[in-house]
């Protein structure tokens, strides 16, 4: 099999409009433009050359919803299949997120079973830690980078700052005294040598920043060195261990139906909601929990046939 139409089927299948919102083909279409159709192929091999034994791996999610301001369930799902997927290739994965969304983060974690230690250390299992929606964000994000020696940093759905400062939803709500301010780490990442990747499905998440001024969905100006699109950002981050897995040829590490399942019912019990919809909702971003299944199911059979070949 041609291995160039791995990496376009991948990219197909998370790029399907199955929630109509009719933003994702845009999105991927000036990605692509940019940097190219193999960009998957890229993104995943930069990731991979950065995982050796032992090494750290930040990932950053949480995306509060007005008017309540409850998390939604796209994002922190997918920071756990990264997470489980990085402790398969022994490298310390560390979610961080706000800290009212930290117990929730820990839920899914226990519910595939995966070992967690709260507040940050990373030498066993998944740390998890919890930093303040505030002011503070790059006094956080010092003290970050003064304990850990992170050598890739994975922003998934995660609001990005847009050219006044401010954060919004899609709908340009503005969020900014409920999120942590995450983008103040990405210009001391080249300087430590940290490959940053940014996951994001609607134009204002951290990453989307590459197309600031290339598509009029994209509002933040945020940048990272790679961005992987989709229609769905857990969907994104599906196709990224996908990507690993065809890549080091290691199956444990793909994502399961079972598992999604699990994950989006545990996530709607805890309290995240559904984006799209601003309700608990066994879906996400509007997808009901069958597409989802279904997704995971294609890239996991289609990524086990690719191997094997």
């Given at each position: 099999m041609n291995e160039n139409s791995y990496?376009?089927?991948?990219?197909?299948?998370?790029?399907?409009?199955?929630?109509?919102?009719?933003?994702?083909?845009?999105?991927?279409?000036?990605?692509k433009q940019l940097k190219g159709r193999e960009y998957l192929k890229n993104v995943c091999s930069r990731v991979s050359s950065r995982l050796d034994y032992g090494s750290e791996v930040f990932i950053f999610t949480g995306f509060p919803i007005p008017p309540?301001?409850?998390?939604?369930?796209?994002?922190?799902?997918?920071?756990?299949?990264?997470?489980?997927?990085?402790?398969?290739?022994?490298?310390?994965?560390?979610?961080?997120?706000?800290?009212?969304?930290?117990?929730?983060?820990?839920?899914?974690?226990?519910?595939?079973?995966?070992?967690?230690?709260?507040?940050?250390?990373?030498?066993?299992?998944?740390?998890?830690?919890?930093?303040?929606?505030?002011?503070?964000?790059?006094?956080?994000?010092?003290?970050?980078?003064?304990?850990?020696?992170?050598?890739?940093?994975?922003?998934?759905?995660?609001?990005?700052q847009s050219i006044n400062g401010r954060y919004y939803t899609m709908r340009l709500e503005d969020i900014s005294n409920y999120v942590f301010k995450v983008d103040q780490i990405i210009p001391l990442t080249s300087k430590l040598n940290i490959l940053t990747v940014g996951i994001g499905d609607g134009g204002n998440e951290v990453g989307m920043g590459i197309l600031y001024k290339l598509s009029p969905r994209v509002i933040t100006v945020t940048r990272t060195d790679e961005l992987i699109v989709s229609t769905i950002s857990n969907w994104g981050v599906y196709a990224l261990v996908a990507g690993l897995s065809f890549i080091r040829g290691v199956i444990d590490i793909l994502h399961k139906p079972e598992y999604e399942e699990l994950l989006i019912r545990e996530a709607t019990k805890l309290g995240l909601i559904d984006g799209i919809l601003r309700?608990?909702?066994?879906?996400?971003?509007?997808?009901?929990?069958?597409?989802?299944?279904?997704?995971?199911?294609l890239l996991r059979n289609y990524t086990i046939r690719y191997i094997r070949c």
């Open positions: 990496w376009e089927i991948l990219s197909n299948i998370i790029t399907l409009d199955l929630n109509l919102r009719g933003v994702v083909n845009e999105l991927d279409r000036v990605l309540l301001y409850r998390f939604e369930s796209d994002g922190p799902i997918g920071a756990i299949v990264l997470a489980r997927a990085l402790l398969h290739l022994n490298a310390k994965p560390l979610i961080i997120v706000e800290r009212n969304l930290l117990r929730v983060i820990v839920r899914l974690a226990l519910s595939l079973k995966l070992r967690v230690n709260v507040g940050g250390t990373v030498s066993k299992g998944v740390g998890v830690l919890g930093v303040n929606p505030s002011g503070e964000g790059e006094e956080q994000i010092l003290r970050l980078l003064s304990h850990f020696h992170p050598s890739i940093a994975i922003f998934i759905e995660k609001p990005g309700c608990k909702s066994f879906s996400v971003d509007s997808c009901p929990l069958n597409i989802n299944k279904h997704i995971v199911g």
